[in-house]
């Protein structure tokens, strides 16, 4: 087990010889899915073993790989292997497709280890490092309305911390969503990575995180221990809240959009009506004409021409619903201020 924590800890490339279906339901940040059967021929296998045993399956996967098509398999995996001489390789269980690959990779001169237990013992491992860490770490959860800019806080620090909207690349909330986001089972898997790399601190950071994450959840035994650690509260004037929606939300998209306004706008409005109910049909309408002025006209956005439909949503939905929820927990409240004495007081903890 050792071993294992030091491949993650390392981010040791890993060749990962399972389907490609495999691959998408959960993998590991450093691996690579460069298949030995590709979805259909591993189901084709599948079916003959469950008709007539393993030797008639084995048969059948290797009519399957021949030829030109092994050729290539090899190929890719030689390629990755000669780019990373440090790789590992696994298939689920460490089994049949493990050794078959190694063999083939053998005949080429070159030597490839593989993991015993293959993506079964790897995960498991992680499951239980993700269960030990969020019940043993000492964790201080960094509160704060929406555009406090609490990841700043948690980057401006040598103290380690969670990054659990980069391991489930949203940020949170309905306006939050960065690009596709990971399988579940991936997300553990970055978590509980992340808590291999940190050293033992005086605290973990993380950031207050609902328990959904766009579409992805936060394992039950971390959040439990979230919402009993205690809570540094950051408090910016809403202009400046404003300033880092602005730049983090609308600059950022616009930027990764290529500039390309009737895009970002679109998003704008589709991540407003996800909360329409909540926040009503009065308040969605007036907020969704602000929108549009804001983004009426392709000229270089500024904070003028965006602030009135972000300090609307702040003061109508986002504030109203973390002020109710932090009024719960006032009781596990450390600290309070303000970015600069935030800061301070974390390079205070020893």
Same mark, same amino acid.
């Given at each position: ?163 659990? *909207? %980069? ?6 909330? @309905?306006? !939050?969503?960065?690009? /596709?986001?990971? #399988?579940?089972?991936?997300? &553990? ?57 602005? *730049? %983090? ?6 930027? @990764?959009? !290529?500039?390309?306004? /009737?895009?970002? #706008?679109?998003?704008?409005? &589709? ?80």
């Amino acid at each position: 087990m050792h071993e294992f924590g030091e491949l993650f800890r390392n981010d040791t490339p890993l060749i990962d010889v399972r389907a490609p279906v495999e691959f998408h339901e959960g993998h590991f940040p450093a691996s690579v899915n460069l298949p030995l059967m590709d979805d259909k021929e591993r189901a084709a296998v599948g079916t003959r073993y469950k008709e007539a045993g393993q030797a008639e399956a084995l048969k059948l996967g290797h009519e399957l790989v021949a030829g030109e098509l092994r050729e290539a398999r090899i190929d890719a995996w030689v390629a990755f292997l000669k780019q990373n001489p440090d790789t590992r390789l696994y298939c689920f269980r460490g089994g049949l497709r493990s050794q078959i690959s190694v063999s083939w990779i053998e005949e080429r001169g070159l030597k490839l280890p593989y993991i015993p237990g293959g993506y079964k013992a790897l995960r498991r491992f992680l499951l239980e490092t993700l269960e030990q860490e969020s019940l043993n770490r000492k964790l201080l959860v960094v509160g704060g309305r929406t555009g406090s800019g609490k990841t700043l806080i948690l980057n401006a620090t040598p103290l380690p911390s969670l990054d659990l *909207e %980069g391991a489930a690349n949203h940020k949170g909330s @309905s306006f !939050g969503k960065m690009g /596709p986001q990971p #399988a579940q089972i991936t997300f &553990e898997n970055r978590v509980a990575i992340q808590f291999l790399k940190h050293a033992p601190a005086p605290v973990t950071l993380v950031e207050d995180e609902s328990v959904m994450i766009g579409s992805c959840v936060v394992p039950r035994t971390l959040k439990d221990s979230m919402n009993q650690a205690p809570i540094l509260l950051l408090e910016l004037p809403i202009q400046e809240r404003i300033r880092n929606i602005f *730049e %983090g939300y609308v600059l950022e998209r616009l930027h @990764s959009h !290529g500039g390309d306004t /009737p895009t970002v #706008a679109k998003f704008m409005q &589709e991540s407003l009506d996800r909360i329409s109910k909540k926040l009503g049909g009065l308040e969605t309408a007036r907020i969704r004409s602000l929108i549009d002025a804001a983004f009426q006209n392709d000229e270089t956005p500024t904070l003028e021409m965006h602030s009135p439909w972000i300090e609307a949503l702040l003061l109508r939905y986002y504030d109203p619903l973390y002020d109710k929820s932090i009024a719960k927990s006032l009781d596990r409240v450390a600290f309070r201020g303000d970015a600069r004495a935030c800061i301070d007081y974390l390079k205070g903890l020893k």
